[in-house]
């Protein structure tokens, strides 16, 4: 158990409909990352968050747009959805200070949230 | 944009032999994470390394952080069933909290 928890961890809905994602990093961390993992892909950086700010982008969509709320959780929004958004979406966290003690990077992950579009 | 190419893709072993993958790329990256994902789960984090020659172990894990930091390789002895799965590494961008990850090596070990 990494500690990060995701919920929930299936859903399913319908094209066009929007969806809201949630994570709740490891105690302590301050800094949330979310991915996208298609079927038998890779890990798609999609944006990152640091105790409440966004701190870097990646490949993000403009239909989708996150969150993290001054307890640390955070929120993916995925709107206007499409069959094409299907996917294993993966929150990590990590303390994020650095500050040259590169072990504050290392990034844990949390289970997952399945979503299928129909 | 900077790219991690992983190999092998995928490979069947037999129980109890060695296997070894291998993460390269044209840039250089400052920590490289090694992750095991199985089916449906999420990556779980098997070894970091923080320095460019560190070689670190992690029970039957060995992996290295290459002297040009462009690379690094996962070593697995003694191959047991369990290491099924799909191994990712991640390296971090120099001057940044971004991690790009390698496209995977699915692992099949044969019985």
């Known amino acids: 158990d990494s500690g990060v928890t995701q919920t929930p961890k299936h859903l399913i809905t319908a094209t066009g409909q929007r969806v809201t994602l949630r994570c709740s990093p490891r105690?302590?961390?301050?800094?949330v990352y979310w991915y996208q993992q298609s079927l038998d892909q890779g890990l798609q950086f999609l944006i990152q968050y640091y105790n409440g700010e966004e701190r870097a982008k990646g490949n993000i969509l403009e239909r989708f747009s996150a969150q993290q709320f001054p307890d640390l959780h955070s929120e993916l929004n995925l709107s206007s959805l499409e069959l094409g958004d299907s996917a294993l979406y993966f929150c990590?966290?990590?303390?994020?200070?650095?500050?040259?003690?590169?072990?504050?990077?290392?990034?844990?992950f949390g289970p997952g949230t399945r979503l299928t579009v129909l | 944009g900077q790219q991690l190419n992983q190999s092998p893709q995928s490979m069947f072993i037999q129980e109890g032999e060695d296997v070894s993958m291998n993460c390269t790329s044209s840039?250089?990256?400052?920590?490289w994470l090694w992750y095991k994902q199985d089916p449906g789960e999420g990556p779980v984090l098997l070894i970091a390394?923080?320095?460019?020659?560190e070689l670190t172990s992690n029970g039957r894990l060995t992996a290295q952080f290459g002297i040009t930091r462009k690379d690094s390789f996962l070593n697995i002895s003694a191959s047991i069933p369990s290491d099924v799965g799909i191994y990712f590494c991640?390296?971090?961008?120099?001057?940044?909290?971004?991690?790009?990850f390698g496209t995977g090596t699915r692992l099949k070990v044969l019985a």
């Open positions: 990590a966290s990590s303390d994020g200070t650095s500050g040259g003690r590169r072990s504050t990077d290392t990034q844990y």
């Open positions: 840039s250089i990256f400052n920590t």
């Open positions: 105690s302590g961390d301050l800094s």
């Open positions: 991640a390296g971090q961008l120099p001057g940044t909290y971004k991690y790009i």
């Open positions: 390394l923080y320095k460019a020659g």
